[in-house]
DNA sequence: GTGAAAGCGCTAACAT
DNA sequence: ATGTTAGCGCTTTCAC
């Protein structure tokens, strides 16, 4: 790799000139610009992000983090793309971590970005109380939050409204005449999943249910959760007639235990689940589920945190976005 | 952030001292050692990995590069995880690219990979022919290709036999007893689509069976190809009794346009698509499938780069991994 | 066993 | 309009 040395010789200038072109490029002589021009081609030169990087912490050097609790969940691939999509549009480089829902992990992330001076950084942190984040949010790195927040912290963040989009499915669980409805979540400590359990207990008392502590379970926001939750469920003494799943994953999980017992949805038991998939109507039955503008979460975040690295003084904002209940026939 | 300088001064020694108790360790005093460790402690020290790299491109500076074709395809999720996984146990952040099967875009990945001076790269890139990616191999980058190769270029690679998967999948429909079997493929420039065409027709040929080039269609690899597609298809004067779908995405895309057309699966047309999802099991109906060990296909590929990287002499390796039938119920 | 100093590729005063 | 130079945080000779 040639480097600016290299072209400021090769065009017989300084570097500083040719830096002069590459950036403001204000003040710098037509014709010695051409000239660097051809020796920047001529070399195929290309600027070292790396030591644009080290030098100045006040200049851009265009990398983004992303922090994300598992990939595995397609909801955290469409937020992703829609950060990549508008990281992309702005010559913004992502380092994605995916700590997969390890707190030991998330914490050697956070190290490891720091070292790299990222310039920004969209995250769904583990914990609301994560004290590492914290600090560097303290410190001055430019934060966006995705799907939950830092607790006494202001951070910009963008989510949805949980408890909504829980009440949403429940209440329309209650409607269709289900009366055992359970609730199976992800992990305790996530603020979404006691968001949409606040929902979940908030549609049953509304429409004068009783709550029944043994119908929710908390568990590792994995597809295996999913799996044993359910099965754990359908073994109860009375089992419920209908579930309300926490996520993605935990919704693919239940449906296969339900499908390895051989019980008929809706006949046997109803299920909605809490993010959409564009497959889910190639579902068995087609999925009736609650949405969240995944993508769109990505796209504000990514917009957001460009703003915010340009202007840090910005009051933090929090983005709520909306959900929606899509009908389709496994209730 | 606390600089290597800083440190030095509190510890009352030099920056090659603490230097050294980071790295090599050798030849330092015991009590100075513990000195400079009290003080990176003290003030929260942590190296500039910027830095590490901009000084030297002998010593690693710990980042890779992953370059893939579309992040919404589970199975390029599963191979990220999968070098994510290594990648983490030896300390490497990755810098995820996703080009979504856009030539324009991948390029300027690459060039910003490069000038990130990035180890090493793994790569499924858009075509064969990749002259960027090419040239960045000869320079001396360490690359693996996951998927697809390089023509004329020596790179590790590590996929799956694809003509294999394919017959195996089309081979299964004849002997179930289908007559007019159709293949809908990716992006023809991918070599496995091509790879998968041969396993089609072999599996044609060997049962005595005419192949009817109306009956293969070539797309765009992404969901929206497999609906349309498999409309066109549904819609011909003599429409097809089974149909072959090349990935992931296309198999969704070909199942919704299915569904919607009130279609019985697998009375009406079967369905055999290449890669296996764990929810498979979840769709309707079960879907056969030829799985690929995504997983393994990334980590496989990401501990050959590591290897790679410190050796750069080795010889490359091409590994190709083992690809089965899961038979279910859609066909 | 430890320090001084050069230099990786770049930007940003400051000079001219 | 252009050049000189210091310095970002680190590694690595070369001295001592």
Same mark, same amino acid.
């Given at each position: 790799m040639a480097s600016m040395n290299e072209v400021a010789k090769k065009a017989g200038v300084s570097v500083a000139t040719v830096s002069r072109v590459l950036n403001n490029s204000t003040n710098v002589n037509d014709e010695t610009r051409a000239r660097i021009l051809k020796a920047i081609k001529a070399l195929n030169y290309q600027p070292s992000r790396v030591a644009? #990087?080290?030098?100045?912490?006040? @200049?851009?050097s265009n990398l983004l983090g992303v922090l994300i609790p598992d990939i595995e969940n397609p909801f955290y691939v469409d937020v992703l793309r829609g !950060?990549?999509?508008? =990281?992309?549009?702005? /010559?913004?480089?992502?380092i994605m971590c995916n700590f997969g829902q390890d707190e030991k992990k998330e914490k050697l992330y956070l190290e490891i970005l720091q070292s790299e001076s990222i310039d920004g950084l969209i995250a769904a942190p583990a914990s609301e109380d994560d004290l590492q984040l914290k600090k560097m949010v303290s410190d001055g790195l430019p934060v966006v939050c995705v799907d939950r927040g830092l607790s006494n912290t202001e @951070? &910009?963040? @963008?989510?949805?409204?949980?408890? #909504?989009g829980a009440y949403l499915a429940v209440d329309h669980l209650i409607k269709r005449g289900y009366k055992r409805i359970a609730y199976i979540a992800g992990m305790q400590s996530i603020p979404s999943s006691r968001y949409r359990e606040m929902g979940y207990?908030?549609? %049953? $008392? &509304? /429409? +004068? *249910?009783?709550?029944d502590e043994t119908l929710v379970r908390f568990g590792n926001s994995k597809h295996q959760s999913g799996v044993e939750l359910c099965r754990e469920l359908l073994s109860l003494p009375e089992p419920p007639d209908a579930v309300f799943t926490g996520n993605n994953l935990i919704t693919l999980g239940a449906l296969e235990t339900i499908h390895s017992q051989g019980l008929k949805i809706p006949g046997d038991i109803a299920i909605v689940g809490f993010d959409d998939m564009y497959?889910?109507?190639?579902? /068995?039955p087609p999925l009736t589920a609650v949405r969240q503008p995944a !993508? $769109?979460? +990505?796209? #504000? =975040? +990514? $917009? %957001? %945190?460009i703003q915010r690295i340009s202007d840090t003084k910005r009051a933090p !904002?929090? *983005? *709520? %976005? /909306?959900?929606?209940?899509?009908?389709?026939?496994s209730t």
């Open positions: 644009k #990087r080290l030098r100045s912490k006040s @200049v851009s !950060i990549e999509d508008v =990281a992309y549009n702005h /010559n913004y480089a992502i @951070v &910009d963040l @963008v989510l949805v409204n949980n408890e #909504r207990k908030k549609a %049953l $008392e &509304d /429409n +004068g *249910m009783t709550f497959w889910a109507s190639s579902l /068995n !993508i $769109e979460i +990505g796209r #504000r =975040a +990514g $917009e %957001l %945190l !904002i929090q *983005m *709520m %976005l /909306n959900v929606e209940l899509i009908e389709r026939s």
